[in-house]
């Protein structure tokens, strides 16, 4: 297995941020990643299975034990992509593959239930892990089954998607941190020409069609890359905006009492309400661009905190503290990080 000297952290997240690791290796196969973990358990330091690095938050001190890079490939749908025969497609997809590029494929195929959820950075195995959602859409609506490496049973299991207890941005495996490699992912993914019914106002004016009605797949597709482009939510190198973890805090969910007059609010099957942080923020006069630098709040969405360059991970702590500080301040409601926090705290 190609083991590699220390590298940082830095080179390897979306933040542009973190120390070095204490130690590197690239998991190309199932086999690689299982033997990676486990040998990294038995040696010095913690492990920390790494995907695309897009929603990690690493210290300025590194990582002080091994980081399992997942680079493992493969997507196995069990129809060929042109054979519309029953109506489904059960498809494997390997923790390593690309997320974006997943979607991009299901689309061309035929594949509807991930469409909305184009353009998220990262890899196919952390999807399960927060549950990544978007537009209307949240991978916990399709997928079947997650296959993991139990580092406590040492073991491979299977989860069913009821045994997933996915919830808003939460499953199992965010909730037990660390116990779980996930190893490959099966969506159950319906076929035809139109994606699923459209659940998100602002995308449906996009595509002009009522909330509710289904559009063609592959302009969802364009319609969601578009809207998140206008957003910084799109990776893209040249722009600072989307140097970020993507959504910083969670949007809280709290009694219907406790919501600021005004604030967006929609109702959840607990009778409580979920509310927009991005709304909160703005509203405890903190708008987009915030911040003297090199970390500000995107320019375009003031749910990201972004690296304009050369910034470090305290910098950035400093400012999500002030904006969290700041919220509660205003609103008397604490904001949750979304992203992981490796080494550090706010
Ligand atoms: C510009 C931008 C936009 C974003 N937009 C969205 C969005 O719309 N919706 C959304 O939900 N998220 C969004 N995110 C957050 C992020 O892209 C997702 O959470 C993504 O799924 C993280 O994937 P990753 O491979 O980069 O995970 P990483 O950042 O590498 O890891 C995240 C966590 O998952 C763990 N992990 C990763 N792979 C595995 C594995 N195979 N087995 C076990 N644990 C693993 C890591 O240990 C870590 O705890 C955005 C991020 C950015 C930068």
Partial sequence: MPEQPAERLADHTTLRLGGPAR??????????????????????????VLGGGSNVV??????????????T???????????????????????????????????ESGWLGV???AGI???????????????????????????????????VRTFANAECHFGYRTSRFKADPGRHVVLDVTFQLRQGSLGTPVQ????????????GERAPLAEVRDAVLALRRSKGMVLDPADHDTWSAGSFFTNPVVDAADLPPGA????????????????????????????????????????????????????LLALAREVRDGVEAAHGIRLVPEPVLVGCEL
């Fill in 121 to 155: 950075p990262g890899l196919v195995g952390a999807t399960p892990i927060q549950n990544v959602g978007a537009y209307g859409q949240e991978v916990a609506q399709t997928i079947a089954s997650v296959r993991v490496w139990d580092r406590v049973l040492k073991g």
């Fill in 115 to 117: 469409e909305s959820l």
């Fill in 200 to 211: 998100y106002a602002e995308l449906a004016g996009a595509l002009g069609v009522p909330l």
């Fill in 58 to 71: 690493v210290a300025d001190a590194g990582f002080p034990g091994t980081v399992v890079e997942v680079a």
């Fill in 264 to 315: 967006p609010a929609w109702p959840q099957p607990d009778g409580r309400a979920k509310t927009s942080a991005a709304w909160l923020i703005e509203h405890a006069g903190f708008g987009k661009g915030y911040g003297a630098g090199p970390v500000t709040l995107s320019t375009k969405h003031t749910l990201a905190l972004s690296n304009r360059g050369g910034a470090t991970t305290e910098q």
């Fill in 73 to 107: 490939t493969g997507v196995t749908p069990d129809v060929e992509d042109d054979d519309p025969a029953c109506g489904g497609v059960l498809v494997r997809v390997a923790a390593g593959e690309d997320w974006d590029a997943f979607v991009a494929r299901a689309v």
């Fill in 23 to 48: 130690q590197w290796v690239r998991a190309t196969s199932e086999e690689e990643l299982t033997e990676a973990v486990t040998s990294a358990e038995a040696g010095e330091g913690p492990v920390l």
